[in-house]
Protein backbone atom coordinates (compact mmCIF):
# COMPACT_ATOMS: atom_id res chain seq x y z
CA UNK A 1 0.00 0.00 0.00
CA UNK A 2 1.38 3.73 -0.98
CA UNK A 3 1.01 5.57 2.02
CA UNK A 4 1.54 9.02 2.59
CA UNK A 5 4.98 8.28 3.79
CA UNK A 6 6.14 6.37 1.03
CA UNK A 7 4.85 9.48 -1.20
CA UNK A 8 6.65 11.81 0.76
CA UNK A 9 10.19 9.66 0.55
CA UNK A 10 9.29 9.39 -3.46
CA UNK A 11 9.15 13.56 -3.70
CA UNK A 12 12.62 13.77 -1.53
CA UNK A 13 14.17 11.19 -4.06
CA UNK A 14 13.19 12.59 -7.11
CA UNK A 15 13.78 16.41 -5.75
CA UNK A 16 17.04 15.17 -4.16
CA UNK A 17 17.87 13.75 -8.24
CA UNK A 18 16.25 16.44 -9.73
CA UNK A 19 19.16 18.89 -7.69
CA UNK A 20 21.89 17.08 -8.70
CA UNK A 21 20.79 16.96 -12.49
CA UNK A 22 20.27 20.73 -12.50
CA UNK A 23 23.72 21.13 -11.05
CA UNK A 24 25.60 24.49 -13.13
CA UNK A 25 22.53 26.34 -13.67
CA UNK A 26 23.27 29.72 -12.73
CA UNK A 27 20.18 31.52 -13.06
CA UNK A 28 17.51 31.49 -10.18
CA UNK A 29 14.62 31.83 -12.02
CA UNK A 30 15.44 29.03 -14.72
CA UNK A 31 16.43 26.72 -11.35
CA UNK A 32 12.99 27.08 -9.58
CA UNK A 33 11.51 26.43 -12.93
CA UNK A 34 13.18 23.15 -13.06
CA UNK A 35 12.37 22.41 -9.82
CA UNK A 36 8.70 23.05 -10.20
CA UNK A 37 8.71 20.74 -13.19
CA UNK A 38 10.54 18.04 -11.56
CA UNK A 39 7.58 18.35 -8.72
CA UNK A 40 4.91 17.71 -11.47
CA UNK A 41 7.18 14.92 -12.38
CA UNK A 42 7.14 13.35 -9.18
CA UNK A 43 3.30 13.89 -8.63
CA UNK A 44 2.58 12.35 -12.36
CA UNK A 45 4.77 9.40 -11.45
CA UNK A 46 2.82 8.50 -8.48
CA UNK A 47 -0.81 8.24 -10.33
CA UNK A 48 1.62 7.05 -13.19
CA UNK A 49 2.77 4.31 -11.48
CA UNK A 50 -0.63 3.27 -9.83
CA UNK A 51 -2.22 3.68 -13.69
CA UNK A 52 0.15 1.22 -15.13
CA UNK A 53 -0.20 -1.34 -12.72
CA UNK A 54 3.36 -0.47 -11.02
CA UNK A 55 2.23 0.28 -7.51
CA UNK A 56 -1.13 -0.85 -6.08
CA UNK A 57 -4.19 1.73 -6.26
CA UNK A 58 -4.30 3.79 -3.06
CA UNK A 59 -7.34 6.33 -3.85
CA UNK A 60 -5.54 9.07 -1.07
CA UNK A 61 -2.28 9.12 -2.25
CA UNK A 62 -3.76 9.33 -5.37
CA UNK A 63 -5.66 12.00 -4.82
CA UNK A 64 -3.15 13.84 -2.87
CA UNK A 65 -0.74 13.61 -6.01
CA UNK A 66 -3.39 14.93 -8.40
CA UNK A 67 -3.88 18.21 -5.90
CA UNK A 68 -0.43 18.47 -5.93
CA UNK A 69 0.06 18.39 -9.53
CA UNK A 70 -2.95 21.07 -9.91
CA UNK A 71 -0.94 23.14 -7.67
CA UNK A 72 2.53 22.80 -9.46
CA UNK A 73 0.43 23.29 -12.69
CA UNK A 74 -1.12 26.84 -11.72
CA UNK A 75 2.05 27.97 -10.43
CA UNK A 76 3.54 27.29 -14.13
CA UNK A 77 2.22 30.79 -15.96
CA UNK A 78 4.41 33.05 -12.42
CA UNK A 79 7.50 30.31 -13.08
CA UNK A 80 7.76 31.52 -16.43
CA UNK A 81 6.81 34.89 -16.84
CA UNK A 82 10.23 36.35 -16.85
CA UNK A 83 12.06 35.28 -19.74
CA UNK A 84 15.02 33.99 -18.04
CA UNK A 85 17.45 31.61 -19.70
CA UNK A 86 20.53 29.66 -18.75
CA UNK A 87 22.62 27.68 -21.04
CA UNK A 88 20.98 24.35 -18.96
CA UNK A 89 17.35 25.40 -19.22
CA UNK A 90 15.00 23.35 -21.84
CA UNK A 91 12.71 25.93 -22.24
CA UNK A 92 12.39 27.32 -25.65
CA UNK A 93 12.01 31.31 -25.93
CA UNK A 94 8.51 30.70 -28.05
CA UNK A 95 7.24 30.15 -24.47
CA UNK A 96 7.42 34.34 -24.46
CA UNK A 97 6.54 34.60 -27.97
CA UNK A 98 3.08 32.85 -26.99
CA UNK A 99 2.83 33.49 -23.55
CA UNK A 100 -0.85 33.17 -23.63
CA UNK A 101 -1.20 29.85 -24.86
CA UNK A 102 1.64 28.42 -22.70
CA UNK A 103 -0.18 29.87 -19.66
CA UNK A 104 -3.35 28.16 -21.37
CA UNK A 105 -2.08 24.43 -21.39
CA UNK A 106 -0.93 25.00 -17.80
CA UNK A 107 -4.57 26.33 -17.10
CA UNK A 108 -5.56 22.72 -18.82
CA UNK A 109 -3.19 20.40 -16.77
CA UNK A 110 -4.30 21.97 -13.68
CA UNK A 111 -8.23 21.74 -14.50
CA UNK A 112 -7.59 18.46 -15.31
CA UNK A 113 -5.49 17.58 -12.07
CA UNK A 114 -8.43 19.14 -9.91
CA UNK A 115 -10.95 17.32 -12.14
CA UNK A 116 -8.96 14.23 -11.26
CA UNK A 117 -8.37 14.42 -7.66
CA UNK A 118 -11.98 14.05 -7.14
CA UNK A 119 -12.85 11.31 -9.26
CA UNK A 120 -9.78 9.20 -8.66
CA UNK A 121 -11.64 5.72 -7.63
CA UNK A 122 -10.19 3.21 -9.53
CA UNK A 123 -6.99 2.31 -11.02
CA UNK A 124 -9.15 2.36 -15.07
CA UNK A 125 -9.59 6.18 -12.99
CA UNK A 126 -5.58 7.14 -12.42
CA UNK A 127 -5.40 5.71 -16.34
CA UNK A 128 -7.91 8.32 -17.41
CA UNK A 129 -6.38 11.13 -15.60
CA UNK A 130 -2.51 10.13 -16.40
CA UNK A 131 -3.81 10.19 -20.47
CA UNK A 132 -5.40 13.70 -19.64
CA UNK A 133 -1.91 14.92 -17.98
CA UNK A 134 -0.11 13.79 -20.40
CA UNK A 135 -1.93 15.31 -23.42
CA UNK A 136 -0.81 18.44 -21.53
CA UNK A 137 2.28 17.60 -20.82
CA UNK A 138 2.97 16.86 -24.48
CA UNK A 139 1.42 19.83 -25.92
CA UNK A 140 3.25 21.97 -24.37
CA UNK A 141 6.59 19.97 -24.33
CA UNK A 142 6.25 19.33 -27.79
CA UNK A 143 5.68 23.46 -28.29
CA UNK A 144 7.83 24.70 -25.58
CA UNK A 145 10.94 22.37 -24.63
CA UNK A 146 13.83 21.66 -26.23
Known amino acids: ?8 IAAVAITATATFAHQGVKDPDVMARMMLM ?11 DMAKGAAPFDADA ?33 IWDNFTEFAQIAKKMENASRTGADTLFSEQDAQRLLAEIGKTCADCHRLYRD
Open 1 to 8: MITSRTVA
Open 38 to 48: SEISAATKVIG
Open 62 to 94: ARKAAEALASHAAEIPAAFETPADDPKSEARPT
